[in-house]
């Protein structure tokens, strides 16, 4: 019951739970917990062209490059939020920006029914982004809420392009890369 809990109130953007999370180490799985569902929402949502379910691969995929992401993504965010822009109050580390993050990804569990509209999926993906922001706020410690804002933009780059290294490898090895 707390874990979906944490998932409504981490939603409805709640500040917070995110700081319950990033002091609550028993949190790390089930913030994976919340990145796995949201990832496998997503490949499911009709029009994604898995919901056939004639793809189990490629819903493995989806599940796989949502666990590495998010991992990598909260390493890059610790290193950019908590070493090269940190404010004087910031105290951190990869677990809490991890449970953060995670936890953050909760309005992508709506995915699966983002594609009654552009607009809906646009919404959640806003809607994502600011709860991302104030995941990084709350474990970065910060008090400026611009400077979680750079720090989100900045990881972002530098998150995809990591991502990439460890997924089109593993796409190729199971032979889901495009010729």
């Not at 309005?107 to 009654?116: A, D, E, F, W, Y």
């Not at 933009?153 to 890369?177: H, M």
Request: a negative charge.
């Amino acid at each position: 019951m707390i874990f979906i809990n944490r998932i409504i109130r981490a939603a409805m953007l709640d500040s917070r739970v995110y700081e319950e999370v990033e002091s609550d180490y028993t949190a790390t799985l089930p913030a994976m917990l919340v990145v796995l569902l949201s990832s496998i929402s997503g490949a499911l949502a009709p029009g994604s062209g898995l919901e056939d379910s004639s793809a189990p691969m490629a819903i493995i995929l989806a599940a796989f490059f949502g666990i590495v992401s998010w991992a990598v993504w909260a390493g890059v965010t610790y290193v950019i939020g908590a070493k090269l822009l940190p404010e004087p109050t910031t105290e951190a580390n990869w677990g809490q920006l991890a449970r953060t993050t995670g936890f953050a990804q909760a309005p992508g569990l709506l995915g699966i029914i983002g594609v009654l509209s552009g607009v809906v999926s646009l919404v959640i993906g806003i809607w994502g982004i600011v709860a991302m922001v104030i995941a990084v706020r709350q474990a970065l410690d910060y008090t400026s809420t611009i400077r979680a804002v750079a720090v989100v933009v900045l990881a972002f780059i530098p998150s995809i392009v990591i991502s990439l290294f460890v997924i089109v490898p593993v796409a190729g090895i199971l032979g889901l890369a495009s010729n």
